[in-house]
């Protein structure tokens, strides 16, 4: 599952107090302009700069250093930048960062963590309407996941009845005969309680005769 695609960009925060000096303002220029032209390497190169180069440390900075990271696809070296922009006192700017380590975490299939992160963002901000929309479809996809491993732990194993009539149905498909296929497995499930293990077979092939029909 991509997460990645459910990322909105925001404009990169710029609090006010960086603007202090006109040489910090012009890199702060050409930091906004290598994102904003999608320059994701150079951004990165451009705001390690600011913090380099003037020796300013700021929790705006590090939520602008995680994006770039991430869109130049180096999801490792974005976390902790999203982790330390998530203590921010903003509470907004601390919510994108918990929706985005939210992201990094579902991409890597750590989905209960990712979970929490996406929950926390909207305890920082029920208004964050990214994380709201990635923490329900979360939600859904795990609650669907332990439905179908629970239907999958709970279906018998077939009988050697069953696994022959399942045979049929297939040699069936490959004829393009779709309503015969189902129509043996209805038969069989009336005779075999165990057909049921192709259960999603079953769902498959009544689905594929209904647009048959329409």
Same mark, same amino acid.
């Given at each position: 599952m991509n997460w990645s695609k459910y990322i909105i960009s925001i404009f990169l925060l710029i609090p006010s107090a960086w603007t202090r000096d006109s040489r910090l303002n012009a890199a702060?220029?050409?930091?906004?302009?290598?994102?904003?032209?999608? #320059?994701?390497? !150079?951004?990165?190169? *451009?705001?390690?700069?600011? !913090? #380099? !180069?003037?020796?300013?440390?700021?929790? #705006?900075?590090?939520?602008n250093l995680g994006l770039s990271y991430h869109y130049a696809e180096k999801d490792e070296e974005a976390a902790p930048y999203f982790d330390k922009a998530s203590t921010s006192n903003d509470?907004?700017?601390?919510?994108?960062?918990?929706?985005?380590?939210?992201?990094?975490l579902g991409n890597k299939k750590e989905y209960e963590t990712a979970l929490s992160k996406f929950r926390t963002?909207?305890? !920082?901000?029920?208004?964050?309407?990214?994380?709201?929309?990635?923490? @329900?479809?979360?939600a859904r996809w795990l609650q669907r996941e332990e439905e179908r491993k629970n239907e999958e732990e709970n279906q018998p194993e077939p009988s050697e009845f069953?696994?022959?009539?399942?045979?049929?149905?297939?040699?069936?498909? @490959?004829?393009?005969?779709?309503?015969?296929?189902?129509?043996?497995?209805?038969?069989?499930?009336?005779? *075999? #309680?165990?057909v049921a293990a192709y259960n999603q077979f079953i769902t498959n092939l009544q689905e594929i005769v209904e647009i048959d029909e329409k």
């Open positions: 702060i220029d050409v930091a906004g302009e290598s994102y904003a032209n999608g #320059e994701y390497e !150079q951004s990165i190169q *451009d705001h390690l700069a600011i !913090q #380099e !180069q003037f020796q300013f440390q700021s929790r #705006e900075l590090d939520f509470k907004t700017l601390s919510s994108f960062a918990y929706n985005q380590g939210g992201v990094i963002a909207l305890i !920082q901000d029920p208004l964050n309407e990214v994380a709201r929309h990635n923490y @329900e479809l979360l069953a696994k022959r009539k399942k045979a049929e149905a297939d040699r069936l498909i @490959e004829q393009f005969r779709f309503k015969d296929a189902l129509q043996v497995m209805t038969e069989a499930m009336q005779q *075999d #309680e165990t």
